[in-house]
């Protein structure tokens, strides 16, 4: 079983009492939209090389040998990006995020939360 870690203690994101999306939902509002973020596990038929492989072209940020792979878009007025990191035991973990394109304190809580994901592994 592992464990992961999110940074958001120093962050305005609030867990949600039950999920919107995912499993497990983060969000906050502010004057000039909702910023949210939300996880999901979900199973590949890779290893760890292969996900990497497969992601490698993406940016990416690693934290003690944990690579965690994203992309962002634009779409009306919103930047909306999906993050991957292969946790093992055949299975990475998505985190899917949006925040208003113009709101530079959003976008750096995500890429807070982003930089510093840690996944424990528990055999």
Do not use: C, W
């Not at 502010?30 to 890779?46: C, M, P």
């Not at 055949?90 to 709101?103: A, I, R, S, V």
Request: proline letters at 2%; hydrophobic letters at 35%; charged letters at 25%.
């Amino acid at each position: 079983m592992n464990k992961v870690h999110l940074k958001i203690g120093d962050t305005p994101f609030r867990l949600a009492r039950k999920a919107v999306k995912g499993d497990y939902y983060f969000s906050y509002d502010t004057s000039e939209g909702k910023i949210a973020l939300f996880t999901v596990l979900k199973n590949t038929n890779q290893d760890g090389e292969g996900f990497d492989e497969e992601h490698k072209q993406l940016n990416s940020y690693e934290l003690q040998g944990q690579i965690l792979y994203y992309k962002e878009e634009q779409v009306k007025g919103l930047i909306k990006g999906v993050a991957r990191t292969y946790v093992g035991q055949g299975q990475f973990l998505e985190l899917n995020f949006e925040y208003p394109q113009t709101d530079l304190e959003a976008k750096a809580y995500i890429h807070g939360v982003l930089k510093n994901i840690k996944i424990f592994r528990y055999l």
